[in-house]
């Protein structure tokens, strides 16, 4: 079965300092991984997906991800952080056959001025 | 325009009543979605429709009853809801099948009393 992994339940950061929210998965097959952005009483935000291709993917935000196949990870990653950006991020899988949506436990990001 | 709307965005009911959430896209979408969130959890898929047919039930209780109208459209009938209940449901819709993002509605806070 698939399943997502985000090991921090929090991640403190500095403004302007650079930021990462890792990711880990497990699914059979190739995955398509996503990233999503959660705002106080809204909805999720999509910022990103992998597919196939450069394991560097840029997405909206500034936000940009690194696939690791070696390591089935997908960490989200950001040059300059923003007090903006605090927010709770989700990593999520979904299968190459089908249209669930598998995701992680959310990892709260605080960005401090 | 990749807007989704859910109405309404509160919604307070007693455990013997009767209410539906709405939900509409306007991307054409032909996959639609209902999720369930606990307060800092991660959502939690509970049906999909695709192309205006139910595909997917995650063992919702029957108190739950999705019908989908058309393909811009989507509800979610409530009946005889528990206080556990209480969460904020979220709708999504992305074009059927893999590997296309799901986008969000800010999403309905019902609480059940």
């Known amino acids: 079965a698939q399943s997502v992994a985000q090991p921090e339940d929090q991640v403190n950061v500095a403004e302007g300092n650079p930021l990462t929210v890792k990711c880990t998965y497990s699914?059979?097959?190739?995955?398509?991984l996503f990233w999503y952005v959660q705002y106080p009483n809204r909805g999720l935000q999509f910022l990103l997906k992998y597919i196939t291709g450069d394991n560097l993917v840029k997405g909206s935000y500034g936000f940009e991800a690194e696939f690791n196949k070696s390591q089935t990870s997908f960490h989200l990653k950001k040059p300059s952080a923003l007090v903006s950006d605090s927010a709770l991020y989700f990593c999520?899988?979904?299968?190459?056959?089908?249209?669930?949506?598998?995701f992680g436990g959310g990892t709260r990001l605080m960005v401090k001025p | 325009d990749t807007e989704v709307t859910q109405t309404p965005k509160h919604l307070v009911m007693g455990m013997t009543n009767k209410k539906s959430l709405k939900c509409e896209q306007h991307m054409g979408h032909r996959a639609m979605y209902w999720y369930k969130q606990k307060a800092k959890k991660p959502p939690e898929l509970m049906f999909v429709?695709?192309?205006?047919?139910?595909?997917i039930n995650e063992s919702v209780p029957s108190r739950f009853s999705p019908e989908c109208p058309n393909s811009s459209l989507l509800n979610l009938h409530l009946h005889a809801l528990q206080p556990e209940d209480s969460a904020l449901y979220l709708c999504?819709?992305?074009?059927?099948?893999?590997?296309?993002?799901?986008?969000f509605g800010p999403g309905t806070r019902l609480t059940v009393t």
């Open positions: 999520a899988v979904r299968r190459n056959a089908g249209n669930m949506l598998t």
């Open positions: 699914v059979s097959g190739n995955p398509y």
């Open positions: 429709y695709s192309y205006e047919k139910l595909s």
């Open positions: 999504a819709s992305s074009q059927a099948g893999s590997p296309y993002e799901q986008y």
